[in-house]
């Protein structure tokens, strides 16, 4: 795909080309992931696949009552 350019608003805003908005399912109201890589900005879709991709890497440890509770169910 040739690269494309566009032009940043006096708000921070930017026009995705309705060509790839078309490809990529982004309509009003999509919301996008923005990553910093580098010197980069990468955006993405947040669809379905998305949250697949990133579910439970956020996820924390557990809380003391599952790790009580899980203790219990090994003391039976």
Do not use: W, Y
């Amino acid at each position: 795909m040739p690269t494309l350019f566009t032009t940043v608003s006096s708000k921070g805003q930017i026009v995705i080309p309705s060509d790839l908005r078309d490809e990529l399912g982004i309509t009003t109201g999509t919301r996008i992931a923005i990553q910093r890589v580098d010197n980069r900005l990468v955006l993405e879709p947040i669809t379905d696949d998305f949250v697949r991709s990133v579910r439970g890497c956020l996820k924390g440890p557990d809380s003391l009552v599952e790790d009580r509770e899980r203790e219990h169910r090994r003391e039976k």
